[in-house]
């Protein structure tokens, strides 16, 4: 059972370069999220979706666009990268809304640096 | 402004040794709590959910405890190993409104020396 399965571990991007970290689950969950972590700060929602086909902005989402064409997956899309998105970027999923105690599994994040 | 502020920032205690760590929040309507543990280079794995109506629960070696009232709440971990050297995030979900919000801490750094 793989969970949440995050491509690439690792990147370097040179500014104004677009690219797309992957995300899939195999766990059949509806809910799936991209969150950033910088250092010294808590996780910021960057996109989160409710089902495939359905799309909404979190905390953070400029400079980022998703899709979600089937349950399993929910690539991200950089465009233009900018050094502000040097991050780790995390995805995950759960079952059920946050409010109704859905637990969020996490990949095992995607390190980019945009120089 | 909602917050979840964790105390302390890091911590070193020696194996097999007892700690708890401290989680307060100003999350308003409060819906549930978490901890969760995330090593280095890794993703954050979940320990704990409670919600408003709970007011301890555990995982193992792992006891969390929640006071809705004082809006606090504590992750308390019992004999130490080597491998629970991580770092231990506080996250509040928010009820009601649309955006499925969970608020995180910054996360207490535990290093567990031998």
């Not at chain 1, 089902?51 to 233009?80: C, H, M, Q, W």
Request: charged share 15%; with cysteine; aromatic share 10%.
């Amino acid at each position: 059972n793989a969970g949440v399965t995050q491509t690439p571990k690792f990147r370097i991007l040179k500014i104004g370069q677009s690219m797309t970290l992957q995300c899939t689950q195999d766990m059949n969950h509806n809910y799936m999220y991209w969150y950033r972590q910088d250092p010294g700060m808590g996780l910021k929602l960057i996109y989160y979706s409710v089902g495939a086909g359905i799309t909404d902005k979190g905390e953070v989402p400029n400079g980022y666009n998703v899709s979600r064409s089937t349950t399993e997956d929910f690539p991200l899309r950089l465009e233009l990268a900018a050094p502000s998105q040097t991050s780790v970027y995390f995805c995950a999923s759960s079952d059920r809304l946050a409010e109704n105690a859905g637990e969020l599994f996490f990949g095992e994040g995607s390190r980019l640096t945009v120089l | 402004k909602n917050q979840v502020e964790q105390s302390p920032q890091s911590l070193i205690i020696l194996e097999g040794k007892n700690c708890t760590l401290q989680c307060n929040y100003t999350v308003s309507p409060f819906s549930n709590l978490r901890w969760y543990k995330q090593d280095t280079g890794r993703g954050p794995v979940s320990l704990t959910i409670m919600t408003f109506s709970e007011n301890t629960k555990s995982n193992g070696r792992y006891t969390a405890t929640l006071d809705a009232d004082t809006k606090q709440s504590s992750l308390h971990i019992t004999a130490s190993q080597l491998s629970d050297s991580a770092s231990y995030i506080c996250v509040v979900s928010e009820q009601g409104g649309a955006t499925n919000k969970l608020i995180f801490g910054t996360g207490t750094l535990l290093a567990v020396q031998p």
